[in-house]
């Protein structure tokens, strides 16, 4: 069953920037690089005073996620210094034009 990975962060003061073009170049790697990511897409709200920037993740199945993450060298450590908070939701997807 494809998972669908949905995360909501809120980055700190001065440091939108730097992690939406951190998180940019992850998605582009993950969609280059990683067997079985359907779909990486990074989405920042219309209103501009909505700091929040949004990852929305689209795995094959659970195989390609775990292998994702035990990846040489894969760590969010980079995240820390740029984030308020993180919130992370891990569903299973029931309709989806990309899931297998």
């Known amino acids: 069953m494809a998972l669908g990975i949905y995360i909501e962060y809120t980055p700190r003061d001065g440091c939108r920037e730097t992690l939406l073009g951190r998180l940019r170049d992850e998605a582009e790697s993950c969609m280059r690089n ?15 005073e909505d700091q929040r920037i949004f990852l929305i993740e689209l795995w094959r199945d659970r195989a390609a996620l775990d292998a994702h993450g ?5 760590s969010h450590a980079w995240q820390e ?20």
């Open 34 to 48: 990683d067997n079985g990511c359907l779909r990486m897409e990074v989405a920042v709200p219309q209103k501009a």
């Open 70 to 74: 035990a990846k040489p060298g894969h």
């Open 81 to 100: 210094p740029l984030v308020e908070s993180k919130r992370v939701s891990v569903c299973d997807v029931v309709a989806s034009p990309e899931a297998p």
